[in-house]
């Protein structure tokens, strides 16, 4: 919270359990979330701590919640790549697939007028090494003890030769999800 705090001093910041939120009922006009109930194993449980710290008529969103189940990797050779990072999320604990289930999810709340949606992709050609660093840092985290050393180097020079010649597509469908709690108008 401090590092936040350094950033908006004027802001109160609170930490705490998403199962069991810190605040009285009906105390805000909006919750969200953002790229969280991948990590959560009862993501029920977090959507309905939301909807209780929600005034009626108020809103929950739910903002980038990605779907590995339907990755899309270019060249075809890196769908692979794609498969074993999906399970190596599933062993961290993730749910790699949390993406499609925020419609139902969401429904199970009572939430209402709901929308949910999936965030469009876009390709910067030819792509910033940064960006192409900063996805390899996560896939050499994610894949640790996963593959061999040998395997990721190979995935790795034929991911940088596709960034490079501008071919390369990594597609993860990000999820979102907004409604209203009831009782509201």
Known sequence: MAFAHQFDPRTRFSAGD??????PPAAFDIAYCHFLLLWVARPLEALLEMVRVVRPGGYVLVLAEPDYGGRIDYPIELSRLGRFQTEA???????????REL??????????????????????????????EAEWAILEYDLEGSVTAEELARWKETDR????????????????AWGRTPGGR
Request: hydrophobic share 40%; net charge negative.
């Open 18 to 23: 998403g199962l069991n939120l810190p605040f």
């Open 89 to 99: 999320l599933r062993s961290q604990g993730a749910g790699p697939e949390r993406g």
């Open 161 to 176: 030769r596709a960034w490079e010649r501008g071919e390369r597509i990594l597609f993860v469908p990000t999820f979102y």
């Open 103 to 132: 419609g139902a999810l969401f429904l199970s709340t009572g939430i209402q007028e709901i929308e949910v949606g999936v965030l469009g992709g876009r390709w910067q050609v030819p792509a910033q090494v940064e960006d192409w």
